[in-house]
């Protein structure tokens, strides 16, 4: 490494709680650009397996609807009646998940898990809406269910998008 190079870079040491300087490793950062996330929560890996669910069955929903509104054969709005029941139940386990982080998160760091549970929250509602109006006979569900299918589809997977990227709320420079 040349000498300016080392004027861009700097060392800085880590070291656990209790342990001793001689016992810290050095990591080198770029001085310039120090972007640390300051808060970068990821989901527990339990309610990442219960987010899972309700974004895999209410787009198998939206298929199985889609399936239905071609070829009108019954059992596909049937699949999908199931289907949303099984989101519908998965997604109130990681709606109360969220609910839980929620409360437990400092007033500082809110916004992003609100907003996430907000989404989440809306294709639920919106889940259940779908729920009854497939609750109908099968001629009577189409095109509303179809749409509600495809509406909370969209929203599920940008709940889905919200909570496995992380939430990030600043960066310290």
């Not at 729920?131 to 495809?150: C, Q, Y």
């Given at each position: 490494m040349t000498g300016s190079e080392n004027k861009e870079h700097a060392v800085v040491a880590l070291s656990a709680p209790g342990t001793s300087s001689r016992s810290s490793h050095a990591v080198r950062a770029d001085a310039r650009v120090a972007h640390v996330p300051a808060f970068a929560r990821r989901l527990h890996p339990l309610h990442a397996m219960l987010l899972a669910f309700p974004v895999a069955l209410f787009l198998g929903a939206l298929a199985s609807d889609y399936a239905y509104w071609q070829s009108y054969h019954i059992q596909w709005a049937n699949f999908s009646s199931w289907l949303i029941a099984g989101g519908l139940l998965f997604g109130g386990f990681a709606l109360l998940w969220a609910l839980v982080d929620l409360v437990r998160i400092g007033a500082g760091n809110r916004r992003p898990v609100l907003v996430y549970f907000g989404v989440l929250a809306a294709a639920w509602v919106l889940g259940f809406?779908?729920?009854?109006?497939?609750?109908?006979?099968?001629?009577?569900?189409?095109?509303?269910?179809?749409?509600?299918?495809?509406?909370?589809?969209?929203?599920?997977?940008?709940?889905?998008?919200?909570?496995?990227?992380?939430?990030?709320?600043?960066?310290?420079?």
């Open positions: 809406i779908n729920a009854l109006v497939h609750a109908k006979d099968a001629w009577a569900a189409m095109p509303e269910g179809l749409i509600l299918s495809a509406v909370v589809a969209v929203l599920a997977l940008a709940a889905g998008w919200l909570g496995y990227s992380g939430f990030r709320t600043r960066e310290v420079v």
